[in-house]
């Protein structure tokens, strides 16, 4: 009974703080959203505002260098932070809104879920040092902060309650997250709905699919294993792409007004803002079929040019787009629905490039509902299998091996550095 009434204690502690945490960073992440989307209306009826993206270039790096945060590592930061429980400055949090909505409204190719991991986090850590609360307690709202920020600008709170807590060790969980975790993400999650950011009905339902157990199982994998290709190709290009600016320019100032111009440039050439943004656009063409074979390439490009010269967002939504390009036209190939490659393109190169695939599998039901989830749960196995330790966070560790029952203890970023030599 003792140990009983303890927990409930702690039970009780936690509700309060992570349905704080879950009204407060679910409101200031539904103003980031609402933000973003206000600037990105403005922006597509306003073609010209993009000639002004090596501007707003110019401005981000300034921002963060008056704030000291010239060598920042996005959400790197927040990994290495709630690792070794360190603290995360306040001022990641406006720097991050700030410069994301910026790189939206003037044309920028980038997400912002990234964005808001930092967003929540640096919130959570800032709540926390108020509170007066221990190491332990104090990761702990980070990450039920990350989790808030994710629930309320994504609109799937089951997968933000989980991304937090798998992602930062791959392979290890620690339980006592769970519950803080879970409270805040459903909270904002609500909050976001009564904001009007989301609404409770599947976005992209994927109804009809093929009987599983036929050769649409093999051709399942086969996507599994094209999504850890495009998954390892994406983290690729943005590592090199990042080298070779930094090598071959120095001033941080000239390299993002060099990469504001080449993706104006590029915009206004290919005449269309396909490619820039969310795409939310080119997303919904892709669950009907309607995409060109080469959209993923050119999504590539584009945030390469993008977060690797200096502006800021994320990679996730990025690699949503990837995907569901990628698996509408596969699709066509491999004779499935348009809509069921797209849906399985879309979890299984976001598990490739963030190792998540128990976040993947949810995200998998609460986007496209449960018609498709053995396929999904099959693409998302092989391509968490087969995109090695390759990761666009580079401070992630991955406790285990993927392919035997062994203790690895093995950060992504040496991936890299192994490459390299």
Known sequence: ????????LVLFKWIVIAGISGIVVGSLTSAFAFAIEKVTEFRLEHTWIIAGLPFAGLLIVFLYSIAGRSDDKGTNTVIIAVREKKEIPLVVGPLIFISTVLTHAFGGSTGREGAALQFGGSIGDFFAK?????????????????????????GTPLAAAILPMEFI?????????????????????????????????????????????????????????????????????????????????????IRVAVGGTLVAALVFILRTQDYIGLGENVMAAAFDGKVVW???????????????????????????????TMGCVLSGILGLPANLGAACGMCGVFCAITNSPFTSMIIAMELFGQSGMGFFFIVI?????????YSVFSSQKFMYSKTETKLIEYISGDTFRETDK
């Open 169 to 253: 060790n791959i392979g290890s969980v620690y339980y006592a997250e769970l519950v803080p975790c879970v409270l805040a993400a459903l909270t904002a999650h609500d909050v976001s709905v009564r904001l009007h950011v989301h609404t409770l009905t599947i976005p992209y339902e994927v109804e009809k699919v093929p009987a599983l157990y036929s050769m649409a199982f093999t051709k399942a994998i086969i996507m599994g294993i094209a999504c850890a290709l495009a998954g390892i190709l994406f983290v690729l290009c943005l590592h090199y792409s990042g080298r070779f600016f930094k090598a071959k320019i120095s001033n941080a100032y």
């Open 130 to 154: 108020k509170l007066k609360l221990g190491s332990s307690d104090r990761c702990i709202v980070v990450m039920c902060s990350m989790s808030a920020a994710f629930a309320a600008l994504f």
């Open 1 to 8: 009974m003792q140990r009983l009434s303890r927990n409930l």
């Open 381 to 389: 196995s092989v391509s968490f299998m087969l995109s090695d330790y």
């Open 294 to 324: 080469y959209a993923f390439l050119l999504k590539i490009l584009f945030t390469c040019l993008t977060l690797e010269t200096g502006f800021k967002g994320g990679e996730i939504v990025p690699s949503f787009f990837i995907g569901a």
